[in-house]
């Protein structure tokens, strides 16, 4: 069963970038589809960004593409999502997610068993 720990959260000014980080231990990591998804208060969680198991294919919310980048490494079992051009609508907790699926990545929070505790990210106008 994987552990997933979420960091680089933080506060940051409208049209700047932050990476988030995701180490996973406890399993093996490359049998696990990751993703990430983020709540922002009064809302449900939502979906951001998905990867396989390979790494060879991704997936996006509309509201991120072209300005989210979702990746992963395998020698540090940890999955990263570089986040540019951040808008205040982007002000949420984000969450990191992983699933032992192969094929359709899930963008449904159901489709996702293991979840990190989160990290705040702030983006001010």
């Known amino acids: 069963q994987v552990q997933l720990v979420e960091s680089g959260g933080g506060y940051v000014q409208a049209g700047g970038s932050l990476r988030l980080s995701c180490a996973a231990s406890?399993?093996?990591?490359?049998?696990?589809?990751m993703a990430w998804f983020r709540q922002a208060p009064g809302k449900e969680r939502e979906f951001v960004a998905t990867?396989?198991?390979?790494?060879?294919?991704?997936n996006y919310a509309d509201s991120v593409k072209g300005r989210f980048t979702i990746s992963r490494d395998s020698a540090k079992n940890t999955v990263y999502l570089q986040m540019n051009s951040l808008k205040p609508e982007d002000t949420a907790i984000y969450y990191c997610?992983?699933?032992?699926?192969?094929?359709?990545?899930?963008?449904?929070?159901?489709?996702?068993?293991?979840w990190g505790q989160g990290t705040q990210v702030t983006v001010s106008s």
């Open positions: 990867i396989s198991r390979s790494g060879r294919m991704t």
């Open positions: 997610a992983g699933a032992q699926i192969r094929g359709t990545l899930p963008t449904r929070r159901d489709g996702y068993d293991y």
């Open positions: 406890g399993g093996t990591f490359n049998n696990y589809a």
